[in-house]
């Protein structure tokens, strides 16, 4: 017998014969079944160290405190609150879920918010991610096209996200992502294109593979892709996506539904019940359909809930309650001067009644502060004056009816 068929692994004592492959080491030799195995021991470590260090990082925590985190910082909006709330934390507990033997995979829960401008969309994804301390980074749909040829192409929202997490893939791949205008890439017409659409229904389509979960190849640093660009590959299944969009004119298609709906003996019953100045309460997946969004990205934004329209009560609330409210805000700035800010009960309402006026919303009460206070925060600095203290009258001397227009046209 030669001395190469004495040879046996090191580690199961198989002989050469009975091997495919035995591989020579210093003293020692390991056969093909043997890496296979401890291949699958080292890929069962480094999951169970990932999932560890994520359950580490992760702040998770329950629905309802997930809620009372939300309630801190955004007012009103108890039904998205609500369902954004169970969303993500659903979401997070499927990726720390460790594996089963009943097969039970967890899906996504992607999440559509429907409502005006300036109620609080954006606000309500970046409080959470800030709670959970993961990536965030939000992306404006209008940009997109579905070949890169004239906007950006739907990976470049993934540049983003590495961005926010610092380039670690990891990191980034349990991230949040913002979809805005969502409604912007809406099909324009009832006939589904047959060649590309350069905006609408082919960003849609480009979407689905990124909303669902997919490996996909991502430029690092954005734009266009070149042959010898580097790329980045995430995989994009526990990341979760939440889109936002004013939804212009969805009104008119669900009141149209629900006038249909109206029909026989309880016809009458059923429309007082109805609150017609807030529709998008009662907003359905068929609507979002209606209004152009493809059924497959529908069903891959499985979470639909509506952001209810901003009255004065809403706004005044927004101007002082929350933990970084306006005034606060406005406030810590003027202490940082050693000035002391005050603002009179009447100021405020004055404020809110504008906003109300001109259709400003949440956004337009930032922009009404900053032309009321704008003069005093350049000259209070450089006096000897400690006190500052806003009253009606003040108020009104610097929201001047230009001043106002002015804001009208921006919003």
Known sequence: MSKEENLECSFCGRKKAETDLLIAGMDAHIC???????????????????????????????PKEIKEFLDQYIIGQNE????????????????????DNDDVEIEKSNIVLVGETGTGKTLVARTIARMLNVPFSIVDATVLTQAGYVGEDVESILSRLLQAADYKVEKAERGIVFIDEIDKIARKGDNPSITRDVSGEGVQQALLKLLEGAVVNVAPKGGRKHPEQKFIEVNTKDILFIAGGAFSGIDKIISKRLNMQAVGFGASLEEDTIDHNNLLQYITPLDLKQFGLIPEIIGRLPVLSYMNPLDAKTLRAILTEP??????????????????FTIEEDALNYIVDKAVEYKLGARGL??????????????????????????????????????????????
């Not at 998205?80 to 997070?92: F, G």
């Open 366 to 411: 930032r922009s009404l502060c900053e032309a009321i206070f704008t003069d005093a925060m350049f000259d209070l600095p450089s006096s000897d004056e400690k006190e500052f203290n806003v009253t009606k009258e003040y108020a009104e001397a610097k929201l001047t009816n230009s001043t106002l227009k002015k804001l009208r046209a921006a919003s």
């Open 80 to 99: 998205t609150k609500k369902a954004m709330s169970v969303a993500v934390y659903n979401h997070y507990k499927r990726l720390l879920q460790t594996k």
């Open 32 to 62: 093909d079944k043997c890496i296979e195995q401890a291949h699958g021991i080292v890929e069962e470590e480094i999951s169970e160290a990932k999932t560890s260090s994520l359950s580490k990082d992760l702040v998770l925590k329950k």
């Open 323 to 340: 933990k970084n409210s306006i005034i606060k805000q406005y406030a810590k700035l003027f202490v940082m001067d050693d000035v002391e």
